[in-house]
């Protein structure tokens, strides 16, 4: 793992990242002591987490929403 120096880190941030963000993780040293160790985030997989109300506020579910189209959905089994 690649050792880089706090000045260097900032003078090169968005290469490093984007290194980091293909595997490669690296550490970050302030007077040749390490401070931080970088690496990419695993994204959780698609459809793995649920996020729950994160469009509360934003949508308004009518009352009568399951209720909807009944007397036309009823109509198509009456006949």
């Known amino acids: 793992?690649?050792?880089?120096?706090?000045?260097d880190a900032k003078t090169r941030l968005s290469?490093?990242?984007?290194?980091?963000?293909k595997g490669e993780p690296f550490i970050i040293a302030?007077?040749?002591k390490?401070?931080?160790?970088?690496s990419a985030i695993e994204a959780p997989e698609p459809g793995?987490?649920?996020r729950l109300g994160f469009?509360?506020?934003?949508?308004?579910?009518?009352d009568d929403f399951d209720r909807l189209g009944e007397d036309s959905i009823a109509d198509l089994f009456e006949g």
């Open 1 to 7: 793992m690649d050792i880089i120096n706090m000045h």
């Open 15 to 21: 290469q490093l990242v984007d290194k980091a963000a």
């Open 30 to 32: 302030r007077a040749g």
């Open 34 to 38: 390490p401070v931080a160790r970088v």
């Open 48 to 50: 793995a987490a649920r």
């Open 55 to 62: 469009l509360k506020g934003q949508i308004q579910v009518p």
